[in-house]
Nanobody
């Protein structure tokens, strides 16, 4: 079992930056692919970014490429999402997710564990 707890969300003006963090505990974190997803009101949960167990492979949604950076610190069991140039359409609840596999996918169904989410709001 893996427990995931997100933090770092908040309200930020358009063009600003935020860094989300996800603290993992339980099953060996270092061997798991990890990802960030988001869900806006009335919309389905969507892929944002993912990273393989060793950080070598990283994947991004087209909508965030060049603005968001995913990273991890296996020694600290932490996952991060650095977000910059934020836009109103980035407003959503952001979720951290872990897979039992060592690589990371881009679909909701590819993940086994989920955090409770953290709200990010970018007013228009």
């Amino acid at each position: 079992q893996v427990q995931l707890v997100e933090s770092g969300g908040g309200l930020v003006q358009a063009g600003g930056s935020l860094r989300l963090s996800c603290a993992a505990s339980g099953r060996t974190f270092g061997g798991s692919g990890m990802g960030w997803f988001r869900q806006a009101p009335g919309k389905e949960r969507e892929f944002v970014a993912a990273i393989s167990w060793n950080g070598v492979r990283r994947y991004y949604a087209n909508s965030v490429k060049g603005r968001f950076t995913i990273s991890r610190d296996n020694a600290k069991n932490m996952l991060y999402l650095q977000m910059s140039s934020l836009k109103p359409e980035d407003t959503a609840v952001y979720y951290c997710a872990a897979t039992r596999l060592d690589d990371a996918g881009t679909t909701v169904g590819g993940y086994d564990y989920w955090g409770q989410g953290t709200q990010v709001t970018v007013p228009s």
